[in-house]
């Protein structure tokens, strides 16, 4: 018996973290973009299956840092584009 785990994030930029997240997947890392009715651009959702609860703990801890990292690396991108292109 496998254990799974879904996360759910709504982002701004959701299309590029999803992006930037995907190459750590694996064959039992599935991560798409739903659309929101919120004010984010989209939901990053992400569905990890492993055969053990350490497995996947382990994983969706490795998800969460990662998602986290270019969460920051695309807001530090957008402030440097918003500054070299003022006036």
Known sequence: MSRTATIRTELDDAET???AVRPDNTSEIDTRVDETS???DGVVVTTV??????GLRTTVDDYV???A??????????RHADATTQP
Do not use: S
Not at 49 to 54: A, L, V
Not at 69 to 78: D, I, M, N, S, T
């Open 49 to 54: 299956e492993r055969e053990t609860t350490g």
């Open 38 to 40: 919120g004010d984010a």
């Open 69 to 78: 990292v270019a969460k920051r690396v695309v807001q530090a991108a957008k």
């Open 17 to 19: 973290i999803a992006a």
């Open 65 to 67: 840092v990662n998602l």
